[in-house]
């Protein structure tokens, strides 16, 4: 067997050699156990049973994320990725590799945006020893999608609305439009698939009426949807997105719920005002007669009489008017 091939199967098997801490085998059993590992683990590989992965540390500034990552990178900071920064700290490494390809002479991020932010800020800041562990793939860019997908679905720190425009790109460049293919691909449910869809359909106005990208939710598209749908209510959500927007840059920071509250009371007509209490009464000298009405609204009182009515049906209806106004 050549020394190439020695190389290999040591770098392969090289912890097989070691003994258990229980007892110290004879050697004859000593070398055909190892024998016996060496042969089952060469047929592991040869059969695809073990999958072999390049793990690497590198430094993160020969790094760069896919342009379509499904994180925005800008909006990472120290104070959203202290729990990451700090954990890596006190363990003294990365425990989990970043997803990588290569990329000329770097590598290019398809998954731990994160992670290369954390360790980019601990080398910044006087932890140089940390390098960047990656995971050299071989992927297309759809798999890269996916991946990605995978990785981030659950977590609560990648917005709806981040992981909905990555849908939106991702659906018009592999899967040519169809959301049930797309759905497929994710193994996702197509309604599903198409709330977030949805939610990447949000007119510009409304999604900077928001003082961050990462305040919009899923839930928000279903809440506008029918008031953007009708030219009438639509008007009126776009006036107050816009008014929203001039708002959050005066500095009035509102968080998601007060927002989305502002956008859906905008498009309800305000309530019409109660109409104010009348008083009216009528006086007359007889029942056969016309008389004279009295309305009172707040502090104002009007007398109206019918352009007939008599002078002395009229002079007595007013005697009563002016009889009551004296009781009162």
Known sequence: MSKKHDALYNDVLGNLDTPTPSSEPSPEVARGSRFLKRSTTIADHVTGEIEEKTL?????????MWDRHNRAYNLLTEENCRDLIDGIRAQGRQEFPAIVRRKGDGYEVICGARRHFAVSW????NYTQFKYLVDVREVTDEEAFRLADIENRDREDISDYERAIDYAD????????????????????????SRYLALAELPEDVVKAFSS?????????????PLL?????AQLVMEEARALFRDQGRGTMLDGFEVIKRLKSAARPAPAPKPRAVDARVFRRSTSDKGVTMRKKGRMVTLEFDADISNDALRVALDRVLEDRTKS
């Open 213 to 225: 990208i990462r305040d919009i939710k899923e839930r928000h598209a279903r809440d506008l949807k």
């Open 56 to 64: 690497r540390w590198v430094d993160p500034a020969d790094c760069v």
């Open 229 to 233: 749908a009708r030219p009438e209510t």
């Open 170 to 193: 991702a659906i018009k460049r592999y899967y040519g439009g169809k959301q049930k293919a797309m759905a497929a691909r994710l193994e996702v449910s197509p309604p599903w698939l």
């Open 122 to 125: 601990l080398r910044a800041n």
